[in-house]
C-alpha cells in the first residue's frame, strides 16, 4: 500500500495514471520504429524520461496546477479528496503474500514506512487479523543508512533451500536497478556476494554459485530500446567481466534473458529472445551448452508443467494439416515435442463469448481462469497418462472477477481472490486435495451495506447483432422506469475487459445503480 499524504501526491498519481492511458492508445512513433527493426529518429522529448527531472518535474507541477485550477473548486471537492485518501491509507487492506520455504513474505509500505518493509510470518500467524510480522528488510533505513532514496523492485529467492534471495534496488523508481545477494536468515546483504551495478537489467539464480545475467556488459551490449541484450553466465567469486557468453540478441530486438526452471525433477533452463512486446523465440539451454529453439509461433507464449510444454498463440496456428484456433492452450508432452513428435492435446478452445484468461500450476494440476461473458470460472486440469481431465473449481461469488495461483511446486494448495461490485476483495486459501470451500484468510474493509444492493447480468444488441453483456448494480427493489440516476461505464480494448470490481470507494448523493459493460 503506498501513502499519500496530501492533494498534490494524488493529483499526480493522476497524471501518471492518464499518461499512462494515453500511451496505450498511441504507441509512441520510437517505439514503433523499434518494433520494426529501424533506427528511431531523435527524441526531442527526452527531458520527460528522468523521474526526477527539474524540467520535467516543472511541468508535472504545471498540469496539475491546470487540473485544481478546473476541478479543485466547491464545497464538495476537500470532502472528496478526505474520502480518496482515507481510502488510499487504510492499513486494514490485505497484506498480500509469497510463500518461501516455511515463511510468507510481505512487502508494505505506508504513512510511517513510505519506502516499504520487507517483512514475512508463518501461516499461522498470517492467519490472525493483526499478524506480528518479523521485519526482514527495512527499505527506508536502508536509504537513511546509505544517503540514497531506494526503491524496493522485488526480489528473487534460491530455491529450494529460500535462505538467500536477489534483492533489486531502484535508485529513482526507473526500470534501473542494483541488484544485490540478501540472506533471508541472517537479515543482512551477503558480505562478497553477488553485486550488480545499477543497470536495466535482468538477473536469475542458475545454481547455488552461479546467475544469469543480462545487463549492460558496455559498448554494443544494448538493444536500440536501451535493454540488455547479451546474456552470460556468472559464477560467484569470479570477474562480471569474466563471465561466459551464452546468446546475443540482435540490436533491433527488445531484449533478452535467461531463466532456471527449478521445479523438482524437471529442472530446465532457458533462454528467451523478446523480439517485441508480442513476439519472442524460447530456447532450451542444454547442460552441454546446446541452445534448441522451441519450435512454435513467435507470438504464442510459452511455459512448461513438470513434464508437458504448454504453448498457447495469439494468431492461428497451422502444424501438421490442423489449425489451432488463437488463444487457445495446448500442451505437449515435452521431451516428445523436441524431438519433433508434435502430438499436441487442446486444453482450452476459446468462442465467441468465451477466453482463456490465465492459468498457474500447483503440483500436480493446472488451474485455468475463463472468462465467459465477462465473468470468471475456474477449472483444475489434471493429466492422466498422455490425456487430461477437466473438473470445476468452484467459487464464493458469482458475477464477480476471480484468480487463482498455485502456491508452490511441492502442494496442490492454492490462493484464491475475488472481488464483486458488493464484495470487498477477499483472499482464500484452498487444497485441490481436498473437498470442501477454501478457508477465508483476508478481505479487505467493508465500505456499506452490501445487502441493500443486487448485481443482474443483462446484455445489449448491437446493430450487427452482437450481444454485448453488462452488469447493472442497483438497490433491491429499485422500479426500473428510466428516471433513475444511472452510471454508466465501459471499456474494451487491447485485449482488456471491464471486469466485476468492488463499489465500496466513494459514495455520492442520489447514487441510484450502475451499468457497467
Known amino acids: 500500500m503506498?501513502?499519500?499524504?496530501?492533494?498534490?501526491q494524488f493529483l499526480k498519481l493522476g497524471a501518471q495514471t492518464a499518461g499512462a492511458v494515453i500511451a496505450m492508445t498511441s504507441l509512441p512513433n520510437s517505439i514503433r520504429l523499434a518494433m520494426a527493426g529501424e533506427q528511431p529518429p531523435a527524441d526531442d522529448q527526452l527531458w520527460l524520461e528522468p523521474l526526477q527531472?527539474?524540467?520535467?518535474?516543472?511541468?508535472?507541477k504545471q498540469q496539475n496546477q491546470r487540473t485544481l485550477q478546473q476541478f479543485a473548486q466547491g464545497r464538495a471537492f476537500p470532502q472528496l479528496e478526505k474520502q480518496v485518501l482515507d481510502i488510499l491509507n487504510k492499513e486494514t487492506q490485505i497484506p498480500w503474500v509469497r510463500k518461501y520455504g516455511d515463511y510468507y513474505y510481505n512487502f508494505w509500505q505506508d504513512q510511517k514506512n513510505p519506502r516499504g518493509l520487507l517483512r514475512r510470518?508463518?501461516?499461522?500467524?498470517?492467519?490472525?487479523?493483526?499478524?506480528?510480522?518479523?521485519?526482514?528488510?527495512?527499505?527506508?533505513a536502508l536509504g537513511k543508512a546509505e544517503g540514497k532514496e531506494?526503491?524496493?523492485?522485488?526480489?528473487?529467492?534460491?530455491a529450494p533451500e529460500y535462505r538467500y534471495c536477489l534483492i533489486n534496488l531502484s535508485p529513482d523508481g526507473g526500470d534501473a536497478v542494483e541488484v544485490r545477494e540478501f540472506d533471508l536468515h541472517d537479515k543482512r546483504f551477503v558480505e562478497q556476494g553477488f553485486r550488480l551495478p545499477t543497470a536495466k537489467s535482468v538477473v536469475s539464480w542458475a545454481s547455488a554459485d552461479e546467475l544469469f545475467v543480462a545487463t549492460d556488459f558496455g559498448s554494443g551490449s544494448l538493444t536500440h530500446s536501451g535493454y540488455p541484450r547479451t546474456v552470460k553466465r556468472w559464477r560467484r567469486g569470479t570477474p562480471l567481466e569474466s563471465a561466459e557468453t551464452l546468446y546475443?540478441?540482435?540490436?533491433?530486438?527488445?531484449?533478452?534473458?535467461?531463466y532456471h526452471d527449478d521445479t523438482p525433477g524437471f529442472e530446465r533452463d532457458y533462454i528467451v529472445r523478446m523480439i517485441d512486446f508480442y513476439r519472442q523465440e524460447t530456447f532450451l539451454l542444454h547442460a552441454n551448452g546446446e541452445q534448441q529453439r522451441i519450435e512454435a509461433p513467435s507470438d504464442a507464449e510459452i511455459n512448461s508443467h513438470r513434464d508437458w510444454l504448454l504453448i498457447k498463440p495469439r494468431s492461428d496456428w497451422q502444424l501438421e494439416g490442423r489449425t489451432y484456433p488463437a488463444g487457445a492452450l495446448?500442451?505437449?508432452?515435452?521431451?516428445?515435442?523436441?524431438?519433433?513428435?508434435?502430438?499436441?492435446?487442446?486444453?482450452?478452445?476459446?468462442?465467441?463469448?468465451?477466453?482463456?484468461?490465465?492459468?498457474?500450476?500447483?503440483r500436480d494440476?493446472?488451474?485455468?481462469?475463463?472468462?465467459?461473458?465477462?465473468?470468471?470460472?475456474?477449472?483444475?486440469l489434471t493429466p492422466q497418462g498422455d490425456r487430461w481431465q477437466s473438473r470445476p473449481l468452484g467459487v464464493p461469488v458469482e458475477l464477480s472477477t476471480v484468480a487463482a495461483g498455485g502456491i508452490d511446486d511441492k502442494t496442490n494448495d492454492y490462493f484464491l481472490t475475488v472481488s464483486g461490485f458488493l464484495q470487498p476483495t477477499s483472499l482464500y486459501l484452498g487444497s485441490l486435495d481436498e473437498e470442501g470451500e477454501p478457508e477465508l484468510l483476508k478481505q479487505a474493509p467493508q465500505d456499506f451495506a452490501a445487502e441493500d444492493y443486487q448485481v443482474s447480468q443483462h446484455?445489449?444488441?448491437?446493430?450487427?447483432?452482437?450481444?454485448?453483456?453488462?452488469?447493472?448494480v442497483a438497490r433491491k427493489g429499485l422500479r426500473l422506469d428510466g428516471t433513475n440516476p444511472t452510471l454508466l461505464y465501459g471499456y474494451g480494448g487491447f485485449d482488456v475487459s471491464l471486469l466485476p470490481s468492488y463499489l465500496g470507494r466513494v459514495r455520492r448523493p442520489g447514487w441510484s445503480g450502475a451499468a457497467c459493460m
Do not use: C
Open 330 to 362: 495446448l500442451a505437449a508432452k515435452f521431451d516428445d515435442y523436441l524431438a519433433g513428435r508434435r502430438r499436441l492435446e487442446v486444453l482450452f478452445t476459446p468462442s465467441a463469448n468465451q477466453a482463456l484468461s490465465g492459468y498457474s500450476s500447483t
Open 459 to 472: 446484455f445489449a444488441t448491437s446493430q450487427d447483432g452482437t450481444r454485448v453483456p453488462y452488469f447493472q
Open 121 to 140: 510470518a508463518t501461516l499461522d500467524e498470517y492467519r490472525k487479523p493483526q499478524p506480528a510480522w518479523e521485519t526482514v528488510l527495512d527499505i527506508d
Open 53 to 60: 527531472g527539474s524540467e520535467a518535474l516543472s511541468w508535472v
Open 2 to 8: 503506498v501513502p499519500f499524504a496530501n492533494r498534490r
Open 365 to 380: 494440476h493446472l488451474i485455468v481462469g475463463i472468462m465467459q461473458d465477462v465473468a470468471n470460472r475456474l477449472e483444475v
Open 248 to 258: 546475443q540478441a540482435q540490436p533491433e530486438d527488445m531484449r533478452a534473458y535467461a
Open 150 to 158: 531506494w526503491v524496493y523492485h522485488g526480489s528473487q529467492p534460491l
